[in-house]
């Protein structure tokens, strides 16, 4: 029976931690970031890991640039 305790505890970490991303990414749509939910835990994962957020930040806006590069340099040679 102290097994199942321990189990009972987790799910309430579990679920407050889902609430606080549901939150986050309510936040993200609101400020128009366009990330999806696995990549904004993702770059939560990170924060919490020590990466400093304005240098993620500057690191994802960088990428899109790429991307879109990327992306029009293939539909010129399409």
Same mark, same amino acid.
């Given at each position: 029976?102290?097994?199942?305790g321990g189990? #009972?505890?987790?799910?309430? #970490? ?20 366009g ?7 993702i ?6 890991q #020590? ?5 993620l ?8 640039k ?6 029009a ?6």
């Amino acid at each position: 029976m102290a097994n199942s305790g321990g189990a #009972g505890a987790a799910a309430p #970490g579990r679920r407050r931690r889902r609430e606080t991303m549901d939150v986050l990414l309510e936040i993200s749509r609101i400020l128009n970031t366009g990330l999806d939910m696995e990549t904004l835990s993702i770059c939560v994962r990170l924060c919490e890991q #020590g990466i400093n957020p304005e240098a993620l930040s500057s690191v994802v806006k960088e990428l899109r640039k790429a991307t879109e590069a990327l992306k029009a340099a293939e539909n010129m040679t399409s």
